[in-house]
């Protein structure tokens, strides 16, 4: 499988390090919600199909990417810096950067 880092551009699955499941929300860290943090540390969807997840280019750049990758046939449809992600995120909830 190859992931296309937008800083050094097409390479082999081995030069990255998977991260985790990016489409899951955290909750409040100041939250003493006990099954909010279990719901968020322990229960998993085993999704099939388009799946967005972070991976760092742990043998190159060192960036933090989101990849959107199907689960089905491993075809990458998109790669981003995973701070482009969290900058949009910031500017739709209106929070200060």
Not at 70 to 83: E, G, K, P, Y
């Amino acid at each position: 499988m190859l992931i296309t880092c937008p800083c050094c551009g097409p390479r082999d699955v081995a030069e990255f390090t998977y991260q985790g499941d990016a489409s899951r929300s955290r909750p409040d860290p100041a939250s003493t919600d006990q099954a909010a943090w279990n719901a968020y540390v322990y229960d998993r969807v085993n999704t099939a199909g388009a799946h967005r997840e972070y991976w760092q280019h742990s043998g190159g750049c060192r960036s933090h990417l989101v990849v959107l990758r199907s689960t089905l046939t491993h075809r990458i449809d998109s790669v981003r810096f995973a701070r482009d992600e969290a900058d949009g995120a910031r500017r739709r909830s209106g929070s200060p950067a």
